[in-house]
């Protein structure tokens, strides 16, 4: 296996990979040297090199586990490199038209599987990795109609075996739901510490003031800002739509305070408050986990 980009996820799925003998090597590949000492010293590879091109050759599965943006360079990078019949699967949070993309770029004969973990942690890089990261959680498998079966199911089994619940959907479907379930969320945090920022002025009153919630709620605003610069770029035109309802269901909020409607305000509050018990109680029957990506 060779794991491109080893930070938390693709540290922690390839020390996995290797604690349960799925694989008989790893190679980590990455910009980094130091974050591939780490998972070098954690046992996640077994080897390591800067070399995209050395790192992938001979290799079974190749999992790209980069920021999105360089999926595609990458694919169009190694094409030529991989052998027939190869595996390439991915942990981006991002599917639709990248999938077909990268499908059309690495060719029929090298196997394409389009994966999505939903779990992660704002930390990154090797020395965050845990082998327990996937363990109830959801992940996402998103075939096409020129899916190879038998890859799939060994793309199915890596995740079954890290602990995940493995869900299969299409890839525009993927996108739709993602962005309203968990890229809308990271839209808002970083909104909402931009906007402590802009009130709190050059002496930073303000921000002394934060409490627990506010620190809680936008914990996901310390996500790497380059993987969800790509995330919006792939996914864009549903993140948009997604801020669009949002935006009116914050107008209406608005409009209650400003006309002082109290009884639909509290209305406005208690259907949330519903909604997110009825979240909490899914969460601990373990039907749904906490994303952060």
Not at 67 to 89: C, H, M, N, Q, Y
Not at 214 to 234: H, Q
Not at 266 to 271: C, P, Q, S, W
């Amino acid at each position: 296996m060779a794991v491109v980009g080893v930070g938390l996820i693709g540290a922690s799925i390839s020390k996995i990979c290797k604690d349960k003998g799925i694989v008989r090597e790893v190679v980590g590949i990455g910009r980094g040297i130091e974050n591939l000492k780490a998972a070098y010293k954690l046992g996640a590879v077994d080897r390591f090199t800067k070399d995209l091109k050395e790192g992938v050759s001979g290799a079974d599965i190749v999992v790209l586990a980069t920021p999105v943006g360089s999926f595609e360079s990458i694919a169009k990078d190694i094409a030529s490199d991989l052998g027939r019949d190869t595996i390439v699967t991915d942990v981006g949070s991002v599917k639709g038209r990248l999938v077909f993309r990268l499908e059309e770029i690495l060719g029929r004969s090298i196997r394409f599987v389009g994966a999505h973990p939903i779990a992660g942690s704002e930390k990154t890089g090797a020395s965050c990795l845990s082998t327990d990261l996937f363990k109830g959680a959801k992940c996402i498998i998103t075939p096409t109609g020129s899916t190879d079966r038998e890859a799939l199911e060994m793309v199915r089994m890596i995740w079954e075996e890290a602990g995940a619940r493995v869900l299969l959907l299409d890839p525009d479907t993927h996108d739709r739901i993602l962005s309203v379930s968990s890229h809308l969320a990271h839209m808002v945090a970083y909104s909402l510490v931009n906007t402590l920022i802009d009130l709190s002025g050059d002496e930073g009153e303000v921000l002394s003031y934060t409490a627990g919630g506010f620190r809680d709620f936008t914990r996901i605003a310390g996500s790497s800002p380059e993987m969800w610069r790509d995330i919006c770029l792939y996914n864009g035109k549903n993140i948009v739509t997604a801020i669009e309802s949002f935006s009116k269901t914050m107008e209406r909020l608005k409009d209650f305070i400003n006309d002082q409607d109290w009884d639909r305000l509290l209305k406005e509050f208690a259907r949330a408050q519903d909604a997110r018990k009825m979240i909490s109680g899914l969460n601990k029957k373990g039907l749904d986990a906490e994303p952060d990506c």
